[in-house]
Every structure is written in structure tokens, then in C-alpha cells.
């Protein structure tokens, strides 16, 4: 067996332990659970595990087990953690034709955060890269329409990669601050932000001469990592009234000195919300809560659902269609292309044997290939229950118990955490509401029974978010500026879950410290977060490190 799931029952709250080949022990000081304090369960009852190996990630909240979830949650995992391929049959199937990674642990090792990368050409391939390219106009700051909004660095044959891996780089600079890096008792850090490099021939459509430098226009290169996807269904579960209530606090209190995005709240309301824009969309209007951009809403149509079709461009009975760029430049340079047209038959006599799909076999090749990229009614690649299983683990991985629980030096970190206004953004805990799945592309409630997802009501649990955006004005920062307040539960644990020599933390990895990470919220006055790191530039080095002590811990 590969690894162990450790559950926390319901009633008694007593743990449950299972064998494992790598000897996970649990994470219960003296193995009393009903003596410590609510914030070591950073799940809630339903919602927490207890192992801090490399599998910290991946285990299975009480709620799948208590819902007879186990066996779609280990197919789930499966899905999760192995390659897709081109074939047009058999298990994970469907790959293509361009797509960006293969499997989804390519961008979540071990289910965790992305690693940050070297100097050098940015290649998706390597293990652990959970880096995107956010490609965008600098004077809109929307995303550019010739490039799908996550560029694809890989095509199946006779298709080529819309985006030349190969021509874009990533250079880490140094950076120093006010200070000169340095605190006031001679204590020194390191500051390092990344910059990106995409010259127009990476472009294929550039290449081929469908798209013009006049069309590409001014454009940016920023990177985003992938962020850990366990406890998403925890924070799914917070109700909608309350992240209202949480923005309207922020609003009325005043204390950042960037407001709120105006694109999303103003006034007591809401001023933007999210709508599924998928032909099944039921139409409702929900709270931006996933991606740092904050670009989606219920877990049920988020990021996870949406990788799970975009990553591998692999269609399912509710995408059938290709995932591409918005302006529809790929599709006419691969149907103009001489390669790809006298390697297209054979490639689509593969995909459509019984020839369904008559469009994609008359005489005119450019025609059939423009026909194929751009139907909107493929064949499912992925069946539903494939779909379904993966968001039962998805929406059920559980987030580790905080470590070093009865440490004086966490609990000394967690007050100062706290008083130095860190937790201001970094709200320590939220009360789940009741749980009703959302579902706005309506998949999930399209049907009672057989689609059922593992859920978390009336939960207290700790994720160190807000749920809402605020502005740090780091250099190179984010497109945009507007960042989500990361959630901190298991980030401690990054190391050793991916094998990274960095904790890797923020938005691009550029953080190689929980030091780093913090100093980086103070080195702009107009930072949200000037004055908690001023505060936090105040205390004693043994003050200091109890915070980072008490933020590895969580």
C-alpha cells in the first residue's frame, strides 16, 4: 500500500489509525486529543489528518469515509496522480491535441504548492514546475487573445505547441529593500523576484504568419504558481453570507490602504460575482473564492474543474470542445499548415474510426482541421464518473493538524501573529455554514443520485485567509496587482511533501523562506501589509522566529 489515511470520527472525535508501508505516525501529542485547543484541527473534526510525512496531502477527510466515498476518492487519486495519454481508447485516454501538462501532479507534487524553477528555458515538463505564464496586455491588464489564457507548450502529432517552451526564460534577480536587507540587530535576509522573457517567435501562430506583431500588440509575461489543492472543499463550504459579511467588515474598518477591488465589492455590495459561462450554466451569481486572481466561484466549476478539462485537454460530456485561445489564431495556423494537413487523416481516422464526425473528412484538409479544433461537439473523452471521482477527491482532501501544538514558541508566534495585525488578512478561522453543494455549471445537481460530493457543515476550521484580495506592491508583482489572501494551513509541510530545498511561497514562488515571504509583504509603504511588517521589523529575533516557528507549524 502506498500510504495510510488516517480519519477523524465524527462523534467521539477519536482517531483512527490505518497501516501504512512508510510508517506514518500520527500527529497526536501524547495521543490526547481532548486536550488540545480548537486551532489544532485545521480541518475541523471532519477535516483534519494526522500524519506529516511526504502523504501529509492526500489524505482523505472523515467525511469521505463516513459518506462511503473511498472507493471514488482512491479512483479520484488515480486520475490525480498518473499521466494522460494521446490514445483515443483505454484508461486516460484523449490527451490533446495541445495541451499543457499530462497529469495533474505535474503542477501539484505530492498535491501541494508548485516548486519554483531555475534560471533557463521554462519547461512544463519538469516534475514539480507548477508554474503558468499569465500572458496579458499591460494597459488593460486582460489576458491576450492569441494564446490560451494558460498557454499550451505541448501538441499531440501532426499538431504543433502553440507556445515554443523553449524561447521562454525565467531569470531570478536580487532585489534589495530600504533596509538593505537588514534588520536592526544585524540580522540579514535574501530577496529574489523572477522575471519572464517571451520573445513573438515562441508564438506558433507568429510563426506560421497568421498572427502579426500589430496583432500581438504591448504584452507581459508574469508567473503564478499552482497553489495546494487540499482543504479547497473546506473553504468551499464557508457560506456565501458569510464572505459577504467578511468584505463589508474589511470595507467599513478601513484598514488597507488599497480598499477593496473595486471590480469586486463597493459600497456593502457586491460589485462583481461569478457566473459559469458554460452552456449548462444555471445563470446564479456566487463569490469569486478560487486562483489568486480570484477568477472563480463554487469548487464546483473552480479551478480543479476546470484543470481536469484544460490541463490535458481532454473533453467531457459537459466540455466538448477544445480548450484554445480566445481569438481563434491556433486553429487557422495549424489547419494552414502543410505538415499538419499531410498528417491529418491518418491522425483523425484514429480519433473518429466509424467517421461520425463527417465534417472532418471531405477533400478540403484546411477545412477538416478547422472543422475538428473548433467543434463544439466531440466525443467525451472522459467519462463522468472519471469526472465525478475526481472531484470527490478534490473536494475531500484533508488539511494536516497544525505540529508543535504544545511548543511555548508556536504559541508565543501565534499571539504575536496576531497582535502585530497579520491575522488581519490572514483571518485565523472560519465557521462553515451548512454545506449545500453549488453547482453552477450544474453537473452535480443535474442528477440526485450517483453525484454526490463529500461535505463539511458547521465545521470551525483554520486556513489563515480572508478570502478576499488585497494589494502588496512587490516588484514584478501579480498581473494586476490584486492578489487573494493565500490560505497558510500546510504550508509548513512544503519541503517535505515536494522534496523542494525552498518552502516556495507566494504567488511565484519567489519566497525560498517563510522569512522571505514575510519581508516581501513590507517592502512597498503603500503595501496592505506595511504596517504588520514594520511591527514585525520591531520584535526581538526571538520574537521573530517564534512567528515563522508558529507559521511552519500551521
Known sequence: MKKGYIFTAVVSAAVVFAACSDKDTPNVPG?????????????????????????????????????????????????????????SEGVRSGLGPTYIRSSCMHCHPGYGHGKSQPDGAFRTNEAGNG???????????????????????????????????????????????????????????????????????AVYAYRQGVLSAE????????????????????????????????????????????????????????????????????????????????????????????????????????????????????????????????????YIAQIDPERTHPEWFTEDAEQNILAYLNSTTLDPEASDQNYIDLMVLHRGLAVPAV??????DVARGKELFEQIGCAYCHRPSWTTGSDEIRDPASFFTAMSSGRELP???????????????????????????????????????????????????????????TLEAIMWHGVSEQSDAYRSVTAFRALSKADREAVIKFLDSI
Open 131 to 201: 508554474y503558468l505564464l499569465v500572458v496579458y496586455n499591460p494597459a488593460t491588464q486582460g489576458y491576450v487573445n492569441w494564446l490560451a489564457g494558460m498557454p499550451q507548450g505541448h501538441a499531440v502529432a501532426p499538431f504543433k505547441a502553440p507556445l515554443d517552451e523553449d524561447q521562454v526564460t525565467i531569470k531570478w534577480h536580487e532585489y534589495t529593500d530600504a533596509t538593505g536587507n537588514r534588520f536592526d540587530d544585524g540580522e540579514t535576509y535574501s530577496l529574489r523576484y523572477p522575471e519572464v522573457t517571451m520573445p513573438p517567435t
Open 455 to 513: 461535505r463539511y457543515p458547521y465545521q470551525t476550521i483554520w486556513p489563515y485567509t480572508d478570502m478576499v484580495q488585497h494589494k502588496l506592491h512587490m516588484v514584478n508583482d501579480i498581473r494586476n496587482g490584486w492578489c487573494r489572501t493565500t490560505p497558510l494551513w500546510g504550508r509548513g509541510l512544503h519541503r517535505k511533501v515536494t522534496g523542494s530545498p525552498y518552502d516556495d511561497r507566494l504567488h511565484d514562488c519567489r519566497a525560498r523562506t
Open 215 to 346: 496583432q500581438m500588440g504591448d504584452y507581459e509575461v508574469k508567473l503564478e504558481s499552482t497553489i495546494g489543492i487540499y482543504g479547497t472543499g473546506l473553504l468551499d463550504a464557508i457560506s456565501d453570507a458569510d464572505i459577504l459579511a467578511q468584505y463589508a467588515k474589511e470595507e467599513t474598518d478601513g484598514y488597507m490602504p488599497n480598499g477593496l477591488n473595486p471590480a469586486i465589492f463597493g459600497s456593502g455590495d457586491w460589485k462583481g460575482q461569478y457566473t459559469s459561462k458554460e452552456a449548462t450554466s444555471d445563470k446564479q451569481k456566487y463569490p469569486f473564492r478560487y486562483t489568486y486572481a480570484l477568477s472563480r466561484g463554487p469548487l464546483q466549476d473552480a479551478a480543479g474543474a476546470n484543470a481536469y478539462w484544460n490541463i490535458t485537454n481532454v473533453t467531457r460530456s459537459d466540455r466538448r470542445y477544445h480548450y484554445k485561445d480566445a481569438g481563434g489564431y491556433y486553429s487557422v495556423a495549424a489547419s494552414k499548415d502543410p505538415e499538419v494537413q499531410a498528417a491529418f487523416a491518418s
Open 31 to 87: 495521543g490526547e486529543t481532548s486536550e488540545l485547543p480548537d486551532w489544532y484541527y485545521a480541518g475541523g473534526k471532519l477535516g483534519t489528518s494526522y500524519i506529516t510525512t511526504s502523504a501529509a496531502f492526500e489524505q482523505p477527510t472523515a467525511s469521505v469515509e463516513n459518506s462511503g466515498m473511498m472507493a471514488s476518492f482512491k479512483r479520484g487519486e488515480q486520475l490525480f496522480e498518473k499521466n494522460y495519454v494521446s490514445n
Open 403 to 408: 505540529r508543535n501544538i504544545k511548543d511555548p
